[in-house]
């Protein structure tokens, strides 16, 4: 045990509580004999990892422990923001976004602190599991949808790019540059993408997108961006229809067969609405 001197301590003129006082030892080694310290008569053993300034310290740095904090936290956070946000008579997008924002800043914080841990893959797929829980509710989409596309239609950049913005904000770059920056990513990494190839057919240029002055999202304009939703050849797949195809012309009822081919529904954009179908 190592003791730390009251009269040290009185003389620095610190005033500690040794119930509250958490220790961490940052080391590389990977076995440590036990260690302990002595301070005002309590004992305090070292722990895996403390929380400092809102940041857990684990003893390698490697911030996976803060991760896993921040996520349990955006997780609660989120449990009761969906209680605001049902899929079917919920607030716009728009509104969803702003609400989204509380979950954002837990994720995100100290992000230039602790940047580099997302570039292993176990935690980037962490965040982006979280992240993708988020576009769900933002946009009213099905559980299906991949990440990527919630990403685009949400108007929400990947999470692993928000931390590289923020990491380019800490160093000095302005935000209208960091903002470039992290577009021209997002932009790159849809073009290659292999999800969401129906939503990037509709939605090739993201900045197009985001720029609109009209269109706000909802559970049924999602499913048509995606092609997941009530759809019979999306619902036979998953065992939730008895049959692939339309029920007006029994052809395999897609979302784009639906949007651009169906007779039925082209006399529906003309005024007749189709009759048996919501």
Same mark, same amino acid.
């Given at each position: 045990?190592?003791?730390?001197?009251?009269?040290?301590?009185?003389?620095?003129?610190?005033?500690?509580?040794?119930?509250?006082?958490?220790?961490?030892?940052?080391?590389?080694?990977?076995?440590?004999?036990?260690?302990?310290?002595?301070?005002?008569?309590?004992?305090? #053993? %070292?722990?895996?990892?403390? $929380?400092?300034? @809102?940041?857990?310290?684990? #003893?390698?740095?490697?911030? @996976?422990? &803060?991760?896993?904090?921040?996520?349990?936290?955006?997780?609660?956070?989120?449990?009761?923001?969906?209680?605001?946000?049902?899929?079917?008579?919920?607030?716009?997008?728009?509104?969803?976004?702003?609400?989204?924002?509380?979950? &954002?800043?837990?994720?995100?914080?100290?992000?230039?602190?602790?940047?580099?841990?997302?570039?292993?893959?176990?935690?980037? =797929?962490?965040?982006?599991? *979280?992240?993708?829980?988020?576009?769900?509710?933002?946009?009213?989409?099905?559980?299906?949808?991949?990440?990527?596309?919630?990403?685009?239609?949400?108007?929400?950049?990947?999470? &692993?790019?928000?931390?590289?913005?923020?990491?380019?904000?800490?160093?000095?770059?302005?935000?209208?540059?960091? $903002?470039? *920056?992290?577009? *021209?990513? +997002? =932009?790159?990494?849809?073009?290659?993408?292999?999800?969401?190839? +129906?939503?990037?057919?509709?939605? %090739?240029?993201?900045?197009? +997108?985001?720029?609109?002055?009209?269109?706000?999202?909802?559970?049924?304009?999602? =499913?048509?961006?995606?092609? &997941?939703?009530?759809?019979? /050849?999306?619902?036979?797949?998953?065992?939730?229809?008895?049959? /692939?195809?339309?029920?007006?012309?029994?052809?395999?009822?897609?979302?784009?067969?639906?949007?651009?081919?169906?007779?039925? +529904?082209?006399?529906?954009?003309?005024?007749?609405?189709?009759?048996?179908?919501?």
């Amino acid at each position: 045990i190592t003791t730390l001197s009251p009269v040290f301590i009185e003389r620095k003129g610190l005033k500690l509580a040794p119930n509250k006082t958490e220790a961490v030892l940052l080391t590389t080694k990977r076995k440590l004999s036990h260690i302990s310290f002595g301070l005002l008569g309590t004992t305090i #053993s %070292p722990k895996n990892a403390i $929380r400092y300034l @809102g940041v857990w310290l684990d #003893s390698k740095l490697t911030f @996976g422990e &803060h991760i896993n904090q921040v996520i349990r936290k955006a997780e609660r956070t989120l449990t009761a923001l969906g209680r605001l946000m049902p899929n079917i008579g919920g607030p716009l997008a728009s509104k969803r976004r702003i609400l989204a924002c509380v979950a &954002h800043s837990q994720l995100l914080y100290a992000a230039p602190v602790w940047h580099f841990a997302i570039s292993k893959g176990y935690i980037r =797929q962490k965040l982006k599991a *979280i992240h993708r829980k988020l576009n769900l509710k933002i946009c009213s989409a099905y559980r299906t949808v991949s990440a990527e596309a919630l990403n685009v239609i949400s108007g929400v950049p990947p999470i &692993h790019l928000l931390v590289e913005e923020r990491r380019e904000r800490y160093k000095g770059t302005s935000k209208l540059e960091a $903002r470039s *920056i992290l577009m *021209i990513e +997002w =932009q790159k990494e849809w073009d290659l993408d292999r999800y969401g190839r +129906w939503t990037h057919d509709l939605i %090739p240029d993201i900045n197009i +997108w985001l720029d609109r002055s009209f269109g706000e999202t909802d559970y049924f304009l999602t =499913q048509a961006l995606t092609g &997941h939703g009530c759809f019979n /050849n999306y619902l036979h797949k998953r065992e939730r229809s008895t049959s /692939n195809l339309c029920m007006y012309c029994k052809e395999v009822d897609s979302v784009e067969h639906t949007l651009f081919l169906c007779s039925e +529904w082209t006399l529906f954009c003309s005024g007749t609405p189709p009759s048996g179908r919501c």
